[in-house]
């Protein structure tokens, strides 16, 4: 079997682990590591036995595959190079900074029937995962995404820097438009809104409250979903589910009929979860799990977001809100 030459563009912190995934990888050679920082790729480099770059334009035509991991203004310029000289891309979250950005790759994309993985990473997630043969017609959903203060990703504010990966698995288990959105959010450390609360309100009467923090004093990865005769709590973080049912058996809890099943999941390496089956779709030329329009849709909502908040402070006494 031809092995998969893949690349990877932007080795800081997250970057360097999806080198390293690759390296590990039957099947897939790491062709090479692009960084700004010249040093920081050739230490990448020599660690995994693969080449460094200072340009990105330099894996054309060494790369079949290529992961775009820099700061979200770069995402459109680099993966459009890619894109038109027939790579196939994962790009992290978010896509882009903009839907005509998204829009353009997606058409490129399609013109040349090219790959594109948006890093939603919680869609790996094996609790997530699980929950796809649960959840059916939610009714409610609260998620909470509360992270301590890392200084990363603060050229976005906390909606596409961390509530984009709630707004993506919602939308993914609601299958529904959002025709109403009101938000708050302020920034505390950063420039940018480092806390934001949002309610969407669906086409077809669901419900999500939706909370993230970058300046919280722990880290928090929580959903709860309720829909007809089932109530579904789960912690991204320990992998934990638990199932209430209204279905006759219940007889330890106190509400008659109700049953309630607990689980609890081996701890999974989500990024790798992620990066083979991004492999597998070049190798198959299959369409990938979190494609580029789903990328685009959790962009849509979460500009909506942004404009909420936006507005609502712009109606209060002192200065605007950047975000």
């Known amino acids: 079997m031809k ?4 690349g990877v563009v932007g080795v800081g912190y997250l970057g360097k682990f999806h080198a390293e995934k690759y390296a590990g990888m039957k099947g897939v ?14 230490s990448v480099a020599k660690r995994l036995g ?3 770059f200072a340009d990105y334009r330099d894996l054309i035509g060494q790369v079949d595959a290529v992961s775009v991991v820099v700061p979200t203004p770069l995402h459109f310029t680099i993966s459009r190079v890619f894109l038109e000289n027939d790579v196939d891309v994962l790009i992290e979250k978010p896509i882009t900074e903009t839907l005509e950005e998204a829009d353009a790759l997606i058409k490129i994309a399609d013109s040349r029937d090219l790959i594109i993985q948006v890093g939603h990473l919680e869609r790996f997630n094996p609790a997530v995962v699980a929950l796809m043969h649960v959840v059916d017609r939610p009714l409610f959903i609260e998620s909470h995404r509360l992270s301590i203060f890392k200084g990363r990703g603060t050229e976005v504010d906390v909606v596409l820097d961390l509530m984009i990966h709630d707004i993506d698995i919602i939308l993914n288990f609601v299958k529904s438009e959002p025709k109403n959105i009101h938000a708050v959010g302020v920034p505390v450390i950063s420039p940018r809104v480092d806390i934001a609360n949002a309610r969407l309100v669906f086409e077809n009467g669901c419900v999500a409250n939706v909370t993230a923090s970058r300046i919280s004093m722990k880290n928090m990865r929580k959903i709860r979903i309720f829909q007809k005769d089932t109530y579904v709590a789960v912690d991204y973080a320990s992998n934990d589910i638990t199932v209430l049912r209204k279905d006759g058996r219940g007889t ?7 049953s309630m099943e607990q689980s609890t999941f081996e701890k999974a390496d989500s990024l790798e979860a992620e990066l083979r089956s991004f492999v597998e ?14 990328g685009r849709n959790a962009l849509r909502v979460a500009h909506g977001i942004i404009e909420q908040i936006e507005a609502t402070n712009e109606q209060l006494p002192g200065k605007r809100v950047t975000s």
């Open 29 to 42: 050679k790491l062709a090479g590591v692009v960084d700004v920082v010249p040093e920081r790729a050739e």
């Open 281 to 294: 779709s070049v190798r198959n030329r299959q369409a990938p799990l979190v494609s580029a329009r789903d």
């Open 3 to 6: 092995p998969i030459r893949v």
């Open 50 to 52: 693969t080449e460094s």
């Open 252 to 258: 330890e809890l106190p509400v008659p009929g109700i």
